[in-house]
């Protein structure tokens, strides 16, 4: 699907609506991809989601920013943990918040994806 139709599914609660996936939990890849000349040229960045759809098809973005925001709060935290801490107690809310909305692809499905998002495979758009 589009960024713009994913982008409307997040922010508007009255948005579009997928009723074929309406009760599922949905494995989401997300690649942002360099283009040269209009070309697809390299993946930049990947990242791998679980998103939720209700009973009528609408995404539950709330849990969906939540995942997202604890999955940030977790890899900065350590990113921003001072070397001599001595502290050994672990805020593993953050982690568990985080955790339920991640997934990590096969070798397989990786090389799926970078031949999708550089046009070497036909992709059917939601």
């Known amino acids: 699907m589009t960024n713009a139709k994913f982008d409307r599914m997040l922010r508007d609660l009255n948005g579009p609506v997928l009723p074929s996936i309406a009760r599922q939990r949905v494995r989401m890849a997300d690649l942002v991809v ?3 000349g209009r070309a ?3 993946v930049v960045r990947s990242t791998f989601a679980v ?3 209700d009973d009528d098809g609408r995404m539950d973005s709330e849990r969906f920013l939540k995942q997202q925001w604890a999955r940030a709060e977790s890899a900065l935290d350590r990113g921003f943990e001072p070397p001599d801490n001595q502290n050994n107690v672990l805020d593993a809310a ?3 918040g985080g955790h339920g909305g991640a997934w ?3 070798n397989a499905l990786v090389r799926a994806l970078g031949d999708a998002a550089h046009g070497r495979t ?3 758009r939601a």
Do not use: E, I
Request: glycine share 0%; net charge positive; aromatic share 12%.
């Open 122 to 124: 036909a992709c059917r």
């Open 51 to 53: 998103v939720r759809f």
């Open 40 to 42: 697809p040229a390299s």
């Open 34 to 36: 360099d283009l040269a």
């Open 94 to 96: 953050v982690l568990f």
């Open 104 to 106: 990590k692809p096969s």
